[in-house]
């Protein structure tokens, strides 16, 4: 599902979310830039040991509903996240892998296109340690954010490759992806919403990228608020915090 934005106030900024919110809701949340900090490589993010706390006691207070929806692989969570979210869905790959909580990991076979692209793009960029190939189980990744002067030339190669061999281009913060088309987080935020736990309750969907807008729509949609973190953006979220420390902040005042 592609994000339609029509707020006519793209450019007035959003209240912070209300307490109470989380009544009776089900959870859904980004992992960088929301619950982590982002760090000049992927694998660089930081998992403190408040924010484990605070996982930790989700599943209680919102009976199960709640989920980790991101870009990297289900793998990838895991390895941050551990035993932590062991009763928690998890959502990867932006939305091609879905875990129910205490389930497997559905998803589809990784085209051989993918593997190709990732030849050329470590071919391209590989001597240059300012720039990230981050190989996913779905996609792969340039990060450019320690050399921002090739994002041009990033985003042409990522694009060839996505017109040729039918695959998505997903641009982020300072980096750019080549992954499986037919998905995105809106539409692993609505599968979930249709069965247990989080059948018949409004969803909050917390995230803070341009890939995270399809589930701020999906949460709209079915009843439910998407919540910004960052710099006020035209956005289809209902409310905004100013980073990932003051979403903590108010989760450990609401969860």
Partial sequence: MRAAFTDPMAHQDLPPPPAGLLDDAGLFLDFDGTLVDLADRPEGVVVGDRLRALLA???????????????????????????????????????????????TTLLPDRPASLAAAERAFADRFGDDPRVVIESKTLGVAIHYRGAPEVEQEAHAL?????????????????????????????????????GPPFAGHAPVFVGDDLTDEPGMVVAAHHGGVGILIGPMRDTA???????????LDWLELNA
Avoid: N, W
């Fill in 158 to 194: 990522v694009d060839a490759f996505a017109q040729r061999d039918g695959l998505t281009a997903q641009g982020g913060k300072m980096m750019i992806e080549l992954r499986m088309d037919g998905h995105d987080k809106g539409t692993a935020i609505a599968t979930l919403c249709e």
């Fill in 237 to 247: 979220a209902a409310y905004r915090l100013d980073d990932v420390a003051a979403f």
């Fill in 57 to 103: 006691r989700l599943p209680d207070r919102l009976d199960g509903r709640v989920a980790i929806v991101s870009g990297r692989s289900v793998a990838q969570i895991d390895g941050f996240l551990g035993d932590t979210i062991a009763r928690f869905a998890v959502v990867g790959s932006h939305g091609a892998e879905i875990r129910p909580a205490g389930g």
